[in-house]
């Protein structure tokens, strides 16, 4: 099983970025992917998550006005898109697939390899 992350990039406050996460070798037989994040020095955080068949997303609280979950399951692919970015969303972004519905990264499996994002002021 392998999670391909993808997206990251510099970006001033205010704009946007998409991330992507391919998964090959049967994740999408998992029932749920997610992101998390991780900010240097900070523990990793929930970001959001989607359920693989009904396409059920849920979000941390922080983003869940800002941010949209989606998925292709046609292309084995979940997205990430990041609207009104701010400087306090800086960090290494992860997707990782869960056989739950779940907000603990412990309760998730298999893990890409992250892909920075860096907002400026």
């Known amino acids: 099983v392998q999670l391909q992350a993808s997206g990251g990039g510099l970006v001033q406050a205010g704009g946007s970025l998409r991330l992507s996460c391919v998964a090959s070798?049967?994740?999408?037989?998992?029932?749920?992917m997610g992101w998390f994040r991780q900010a240097p020095g900070k523990e990793r955080e929930f970001v959001a998550a989607?359920?693989?068949?009904?396409?059920?997303?849920y979000y941390a609280d922080s983003q869940k006005d800002r941010f949209t979950i989606s998925r292709d399951n046609a292309k084995n692919t979940v997205y990430l898109q990041m609207n009104s970015l701010k400087p306090e969303d800086t960090a290494v972004y992860y997707c990782?697939?869960?056989?739950?519905?779940?907000?603990?990264?412990?309760?998730?499996?298999?893990w890409g390899q992250g892909t920075q994002v860096t907002v400026s002021s």
């Open positions: 990782a697939t869960s056989n739950l519905r779940s907000t603990s990264p412990s309760m998730y499996d298999y």
């Open positions: 989607i359920t693989l068949s009904a396409g059920s997303s």
């Open positions: 070798g049967g994740t999408f037989r998992s029932y749920s």
